[in-house]
């Protein structure tokens, strides 16, 4: 999916393998290099950053930030932290996700997810409003998206209509000064729990 994703971005398939590997080499136990284009212990050591990878999860984003071959993706999608999370289950919730997302996690065509996106969101096109008409089956779905059948079936554990976690973001305003707080709830207990929380600036917003 990784790959996917990258190829979508305009990277070309082997950079795309060898990035996805790199990510992957992160947070694996051992420090061996099965994938060219990768990067393991001794690449880091050549690049001048001795202990890395840290061969352990990613604990943020900004951590993602200190993979070697990262810049690439950054060239690449300059907003590519909008595309992930680090607390979900490994799901792509399709009642939620963007149209691009879909579409290159599922190898729909991009016009198909879009519609079906647009489907989601209900008569007034605007998400998470009382219109909104959620999507039902996995296989409704993949239908829609002219993505069903063959080796895209094996997709379907990776998908979900309804995610674990919820980003909620508001932004509060005092004066001229405005403020967003973004949080990601985690609902996988049954009783919605915040895993992180955080203070983001609002465009225009004065500072106090």
């Known amino acids: 999916v990784l790959e996917r994703v990258f190829v979508s971005w305009g990277l070309s398939l082997a950079d795309a393998q060898?990035?996805?590997?790199?990510?992957?080499?992160w947070t694996d136990a051992d420090d061996v290099k099965r994938r060219p284009g990768s990067a393991e212990k001794?690449?880091?050591?050549?690049?001048?950053?001795?202990?890395?990878?840290?061969?352990?999860?990613?604990?943020?984003?900004?951590?993602?930030?200190?993979?070697?071959?990262?810049d690439?993706?950054?060239?690449?999608?300059?907003?590519?932290?909008?595309?992930?999370?680090?607390?979900?289950?490994?799901?792509?919730?399709?009642?939620?996700?963007?149209?691009?997302?879909?579409?290159?996690?599922?190898?729909?065509?991009?016009?198909?997810?879009r519609r079906l996106v647009s489907a989601r969101n209900g008569p007034d096109g605007l998400p998470h409003t009382p219109d909104d008409e959620p999507l039902q089956t996995l296989e409704e779905v993949m239908a829609l998206l002219g993505a069903f059948g063959g080796?895209?079936?094996?997709?379907?554990?990776?998908?979900?209509?309804?995610?674990?976690?919820?980003?909620v973001e508001s932004i509060g305003t005092a004066g001229d000064a405005r403020c967003g707080i973004a949080l990601v709830v985690d609902m996988g207990s049954g009783e919605p729990r915040i895993a992180e929380w955080r203070e983001f600036p609002v465009e225009g917003a004065a500072r106090p």
């Open 18 to 25: 060898g990035i996805a590997a790199t990510l992957m080499y």
């Open 42 to 70: 001794l690449d880091y050591e050549h690049l001048g950053r001795p202990g890395m990878p840290l061969n352990r999860p990613f604990r943020s984003l900004d951590e993602v930030d200190l993979a070697a071959r990262v």
């Open 72 to 113: 690439e993706l950054r060239g690449a999608k300059p907003d590519w932290k909008n595309w992930f999370t680090l607390r979900g289950s490994g799901q792509l919730d399709l009642n939620s996700a963007a149209a691009e997302v879909i579409a290159a996690a599922t190898e729909a065509a991009l016009e198909n997810a």
């Open 151 to 167: 080796a895209n079936t094996e997709m379907l554990p990776r998908l979900t209509l309804e995610g674990q976690t919820r980003h």
